[in-house]
């Protein structure tokens, strides 16, 4: 099994609606994102797939994020966008963008500081 990664980052801001502390403040990130495929075979050229094509899919969908304040972007207009929620939209909207290619998302991870972070894969 092999295990495909690429990092990307977005900067926005956000505030968590019901909670109970500072995060309930308007307060910025820069957030990390961590997408991993995984493929059970490489292809004739020697690749399970291609980084430079998931940059692309990973930074169309950050790209909608960024410089945002997140409670304006759907679906957090809706829901909380707290880390966990931001990691399940990421992979909701890269999985169509990965139809037919031979990967599964083994996760997503999203990390709001060098030491908080989720990692978010359905069951």
């Known amino acids: 099994m092999y295990t495909i990664s690429v990092e990307q980052h977005f900067d926005a ?24 495929l995984e493929a059970a075979q490489i292809d004739d050229i020697g690749m399970a797939y291609d980084f430079t094509l998931l940059k692309q899919h990973l930074g169309e969908i950050l790209g909608r994020f960024d410089h945002t304040c997140l409670n304006d972007v759907s679906p957090f207009d809706e829901i909380n966008p707290s880390s966990e929620n931001i990691a399940a939209t990421i992979y909701q909207e890269l999985r169509p963008k990965l139809a037919g290619a031979p990967v599964s998302i083994a996760c997503i991870e999203v990390w709001e500081s060098p030491r908080s972070g989720v990692s978010y894969r359905p069951d």
């Open 13 to 36: 801001a956000h505030y968590l609606r019901g909670y109970q502390g500072k995060c309930e403040a308007l307060h910025g990130h820069r957030f990390g994102v961590v997408a991993r």
